[in-house]
């Protein structure tokens, strides 16, 4: 494909060459004769730029997997039909020296159907489309030939997504390798020899396949961690994560930093992996759906124990610990009596060193005062994180439960 600045350079030199052979032959034109038509510069021009103009234009490229995966989506509103079946024969044996050879017309494929199945390579939504359409069904054919039945289509979605239809939750994959048939495939139809029988030697009846089902469900993904750091914009939580773990979370200064939840992987003996979610701040009033609100307070529902990042350099910093445990039952009641630990950051700067007696007499447990920047103390909170785990598994195993693993 040649540019078009090309063109443009091209036809200036056709007609600067255009313009002096006019002048050259006008020269040498005798008087009676009348001069020759000129090329006008502009139809030059113009028939270039149309030139241009039609040539092929390369159409919108689709966004790369990798582009793909940055948009973190935790809610899609997806509609998924079924295939549909395919139709019944009707038609009759035919062979020489046989006159009455019977009904042959076979049935007609089922339609695929529509299937969620949770993938752990997938961790958002965003890879799902709004609508999906199953695999058609194919139609019956003579000599008793039935229709192939349409393939099943599946739709991969993260660990920990839940499925409404309208305001009731119809399925939780929040296992790997569960899976939900979202749209059943419409039945095949039946071919003329379906309808044999004593009394109607010769059926010419047959029926049209069934129409998939069709359904709009409402995908929510709550991210599945063993802990979930919760704490209020800039207390420092993406800035421990990356200590903690290889999770590269946006750090900056100001509030509302992290806007999607980030999940990091502390490694210990025993190939043990502990999966700690970055949730984004929370302010006064989530559970009213303020600020962030309740689309990121689902997120702390999967989590089995809880790591509450205060700011330390700021006055009286109990009170964070209690409006956040106070956000947490208003929006589901019970949450904030899971076990916890609370985490008491930025001991590094000056003023945080007159809060932290302060704030372990008003809370009356153990909190664990680090530098998420330095990592100060930081072997402290990963003991602790380890304790935590083990009670978890231990309790997950005495109830007969199959606990969470990485």
Known sequence: ??????????????????????????????????????VSPRLLSVS???????????GKKPLSEKKLKRCFVDCRRVLVCGGNGGAGASCFHSEPRKEFGGPDGGDGGNGGHVILRVDQQVKSLSSVLSRYQGFNGEDGGSKNCFGRSGAVLYIQVPVGTLVKEGNRVVADLAHLGDEY????????????????????????????????????LHLELKTVAHAGMVGFPNAGKSSLLRALSNARPAVASYPFTTLKPHVGIVHYEGHQQI??????????????NRGLGSAFLRHIERCCFLLFVVDLSLPEPWTQVDDLKYELEMYEEGLSERPHAIVANKIDLPEAQANLSQLRDHMGQEVIALSAVTGENLEQLLLHL?????????AKLGQGCKPLRW
């Not at 380890?386 to 231990?394: C, N, S």
């Open 48 to 58: 270039c730029a149309d030139l241009v103009k039609h040539q092929e234009l390369p």
């Open 275 to 288: 999966a700690v979610a970055d949730i984004p701040g929370l302010i006064r009033g989530a559970h009213q």
């Open 181 to 216: 048939i979202a749209a059943l495939g419409g039945a095949g139809g039946k071919g003329n020899r379906f309808f044999l029988a004593n009394d109607n030697r010769a059926p010419v009846t047959c029926t049209p396949g069934q129409p998939g089902q069709q359904r709009v």
């Open 386 to 394: 380890k304790v935590l785990y083990d009670a978890y598994m231990e």
């Open 1 to 38: 494909m040649t540019p078009a600045r090309l063109f443009s350079a091209r036809s200036r030199t056709m007609f600067e060459g255009m313009g002096h052979w006019a002048s050259s032959t006008q020269a040498g034109l005798k008087p009676s004769q009348p001069p020759p038509r000129q």
